[in-house]
């Protein structure tokens, strides 16, 4: 029962591009939505969230969009690097009963490759 | 500030040991989250503790498995009597007092049963 989807296993990119991430979830419960970012033989490390009540959150290069009714987020980095090649991982947690103490459900992660 | 601490990044073990594994958080912290990442795929949640007490197991298999966060010392996920199925990494994070904030991770320790 997989309730985040990363359908896009890789995704290559020229430098200066834009990169496109998606991340679909089933589970309308999910209310808080994260983005991580992986390096080999390494821990994920946050890079951006957004709550369920707003549809856009910006930090630097990375925004993530929320479409709550296509269950559907997305993560774009604008312009690319050549150090964003990483994998990246969607999550999402079920807060607002305050019952799943924040425990994250994470997608299988998108291995992000750009190109100089 | 040093960062969540795991250790022994690596750990080879053969079928039927035992394997220990330490999680140390972030100063501060006393939220403690165990996650296991088997091959190609997600991290995916075992257990939530907190000092002295452990919070929710849902994620932890039922047999064999045990974590544990003293008052004193690091956080420890026991898997007894090890199988080939064990291998994966697993990541310990952190967080600060209110749960469901961003969780900090350690860089992992990679569990290999021969």
């Known amino acids: 029962d997989q309730q985040v989807k990363q359908n896009s296993p890789s995704l290559s990119v020229q430098e200066g591009r834009i990169s496109i991430l998606n991340c679909d979830y089933t589970?309308?419960?999910?209310?808080?939505f994260l983005w991580y970012k992986k390096y080999p033989a390494e821990g994920p490390t946050f890079l951006i969230s957004?709550?369920?009540?707003?549809d856009k959150n910006e930090d630097g290069r990375f925004t993530v969009f929320l479409n709550k009714s296509a269950k559907h987020l997305s993560l774009h980095i604008v312009p690319s690097q050549p150090g964003d090649s990483a994998v990246y991982f969607c999550?999402?947690?079920?807060?607002?009963?305050?019952?799943?103490?924040?425990?994250?459900?994470f997608g299988q992660g998108t291995i992000l490759t750009v190109h100089p | 500030n040093a960062g969540v601490m795991q250790n022994p990044r690596h750990l080879v073990r053969r079928r039927g040991q035992e394997a220990r594994l330490r999680c140390s958080p972030m100063?501060?912290?006393?939220?403690v989250y165990w996650y296991r990442q088997l091959p190609e795929e997600g991290l995916k949640f075992m257990v939530y503790l907190q000092k002295e007490n452990i919070i929710d197991e849902s994620g932890m298999p039922k047999e064999r498995f045990s974590a544990e966060f003293p008052k004193e010392g690091p956080s420890i996920l026991r898997i007894q009597q090890v199988v080939r199925g064990d291998s994966a990494a697993y990541f310990c994070a952190s967080s600060p007092t209110s749960p469901g904030t961003e969780q900090f991770f350690g860089p992992g320790t990679r569990l290999t049963v021969l």
């Open positions: 100063k501060g912290h006393s939220h």
């Open positions: 957004i709550s369920s009540i707003k």
């Open positions: 589970n309308s419960m999910f209310d808080y």
């Open positions: 999550a999402a947690s079920a807060d607002a009963g305050g019952t799943s103490y924040g425990k994250l459900t």
